[in-house]
């Protein structure tokens, strides 16, 4: 199975098909995809100014899809990197089992899903690699009550969502799901009486 790096080649050659080209950009989605797959792919299309069912688009603009997305998973992999460095250490001094907020990660390592979107549609507008910046800021810094991504203070909990982990808070204003330990637990409380009220009223 080929590596983010070699499908990343296949894009920029010029000597591939353009059919391959454009499937490479999209299998580079199944290793690193911070929205999810089908969010991901629309954003950079929509970024990049081609159809997410185009298969002639300009080469130039794919290139530029796969620029971004790679600058992204620049900022993620640092990231990883800093957080491995941190987890042997602490294992080093007798820690073995993760702190709460470290849990996270056995749905986000390898940065697929990281600022997961439950529906395509509803997606940060900015570039990957500054969302993800902003993102892991949030995660190495104190929590807070507010989106780190969008600045929204509109969370909701959603006890359904598509993929793991199932259920989780939710910026109203741009749409990911967001990480727990960016979120003290005030924000979280709140977010899940606030859905639990909806609940109630739906019903009612």
């Keep these: 199975m080929a590596g983010f790096r070699s499908l990343a080649r296949q894009v920029r050659d010029p000597r591939c098909d353009l059919a391959l080209r454009r499937y490479s950009l999209r299998k580079c989605l199944e290793r690193f995809a911070p929205y999810g797959h089908r969010a991901t792919w629309d954003h950079l299309c929509a970024r990049h100014g081609f159809g997410p069912e185009d298969r002639s688009p300009d080469p130039a603009k794919l290139i530029a899809a796969l620029d971004e997305l790679e600058r992204a998973r620049d900022v993620w992999l640092a990231y990883e990197e800093e957080f491995a460095d941190r987890r042997k250490r ?21 940065g697929n899903g990281v600022a997961r979107c439950d529906s395509p549609r509803e997606r940060p507008s900015a570039p990957l690699d500054e969302v993800l910046r902003k993102l892991v800021t949030a995660l190495t810094g104190e929590p807070g009550a507010h989106c780190p991504v969008c600045g929204a203070s509109a969370i909701v909990w959603r006890q359904v969502l598509k993929t793991a982990p199932w259920a989780g808070p939710v910026c109203t204003g741009c749409g ?29």
């Design 176 to 204: 990911i799901v967001l990480p727990r330990p960016v979120l003290t637990d005030d924000a979280v409380a709140a977010a899940q009486q606030a859905a639990r009220h909806t609940v109630l009223a739906s019903v009612a």
């Design 90 to 110: 602490e294992k080093h001094d007798g820690l073995r089992r993760p702190a709460s907020g470290d849990e996270w990660h056995q749905h986000a390592w390898g």
